[in-house]
T-cell receptor
Framework: AQKVTQAQTEISVVEKEDVTLDCVYE???????LFWYKQPPSGELVFLIR??????QNEISGRYSWNFQKSTSSFNFTITASQVVDSAVYFC??????????????FGGGTRVLVKP | DTAVSQTPKYLVTQMGNDKSIKCEQN?????MYWYKQDSKKFLKIMFS???????INETVPNRFSPKSPDKAHLNLHINSLELGDSAVYFC??????????????FGPGTRLTVL
């Protein structure tokens, strides 16, 4: 069975600090997909990134960057120079490939990030 | 234009009642889902449908019955509501060609409160 663990339940930083969110996953599949979603205080779920298990290149998008390491089953997320608008709950999720898996997302418990001015 | 919409946004009802939540997507996606988010923010899949066919039923009580009249709609009907059903329910959709697990687009959520 697949599992996603986000060990940090809450992180508090001061604006402009960097913050790294940890995500560790478990799956028996060799082909799978990893995601990060953001849930701001308004409640909607906002897609941030999708990465397949064969692509271990790190990715940078503006102030966001992701570090995928298959050897440690981790897909960590860093916000550089945090801003108050980054305050949200961030979810890491895993989906196994193949039609039988039904494309369901298994979510981690989420990490609440609070950025103080 | 709203991609995935849900109605109502808030639903307050008494224990024992039956209620429905509607979901519509205008993205032309083949797959739709229902997720439940509890008070501790934990998100869990309930159902997924592909082209109106049930693909996943994640051991959800029989009181929950999804209905997909067409590819663009996936409604959730709940019978005999219980206190523990209080949660935020999210509808989502994705394209998912050949099981490639595409990005899922989420609706705004429906906050259900059972009194």
């Amino acid at each position: 069975a697949q599992k996603v663990t986000q060990a940090q339940t809450e992180i508090s930083v001061v604006e402009k600090e960097d913050v790294t969110l940890d995500c560790v996953y478990e799956t028996r599949d060799t082909t799978y997909y990893l995601f990060w979603y953001k849930q701001p205080p308004s409640g909607e779920l906002v897609f941030l990134i999708r990465r397949n298990s064969f692509d271990e290149q790190n990715e940078i998008s503006g102030r966001y960057s992701w570090n995928f390491q298959k050897s440690t089953s981790s897909f960590n997320f860093t916000i550089t120079a945090s801003q108050v608008v980054d305050s949200a709950v961030y979810f890491c999720a895993l989906s196994e490939a193949g039609e039988a898996a039904g494309n369901k997302l298994t979510f981690g418990g989420g990490t609440r990030v609070l950025v103080k001015p | 234009d709203t991609a995935v919409s849900q109605t109502p946004k808030y639903l307050v009802t008494q224990m024992g009642n039956d209620k429905s939540i509607k979901c519509e997507q205008n993205l032309g996606h083949d797959t739709m889902y229902w997720y439940k988010q509890d008070s501790k923010k934990f998100l869990k899949i309930m159902f997924s449908y592909n082209n109106k066919e049930l693909i996943i039923n994640e051991t959800v009580p029989n009181r929950f019955s999804p209905k997909s009249p067409d590819k663009a709609h996936l409604n959730l009907h709940i019978n005999s509501l219980e206190l523990g059903d209080s949660a935020v329910y999210f509808c989502a959709s994705s394209q998912d060609s050949a099981g490639l697990s595409d990005e899922q687009f989420f609706g705004p959520g429906t906050r259900l409160t059972v009194l």
